[in-house]
Nanobody, 121 residues
């Protein structure tokens, strides 16, 4: 089970940190990703950290967001800086260990319930 938290309302230019705690699974053995879905839009890739600890980012968040993993807490974080109104979405964490492109949602087998991030302009 994956539990995401840390969402909320923030002004444009501000920061938020999302957390994803895993229970029953060890995050260090999975590729851990963050995806988001804005109202009326498709779910899109945000960032992922591979099981070998390599981070990858969508171009839209590169340089502003940082993904990190704390194996001692079995938790993955998404530090979001310089937030923009277009970052408003429900953010989902996911865990996967299959084949395929890291940015492809089909690679991920387990999903959290989502955390709402609202950025006001």
């Amino acid at each position: 089970q994956l539990q995401a938290s840390g969402g909320g309302l923030v002004q444009a230019g501000g920061s938020l940190r999302l957390s994803c705690v895993a229970s029953g699974r060890t995050v260090s053995t999975y590729d851990m990703g963050w995806f988001r879905q804005a109202p009326g839009k498709e779910r899109e890739f945000v960032a992922t950290i591979s099981s070998s600890d390599s981070p990858y980012y969508a171009d839209s968040v590169k340089g502003r967001f940082i993904i990190a993993r704390d194996n001692t807490k079995n938790t993955v974080y998404l530090q979001m800086n310089r937030l923009k109104s277009e970052d408003t979405a429900v953010y989902y964490c996911a865990a996967g260990s299959g084949l395929g492109i890291l940015s492809d949602a089909r690679r991920y087998d387990y999903w959290g319930q989502g955390a709402l991030v609202t950025v006001s302009s």
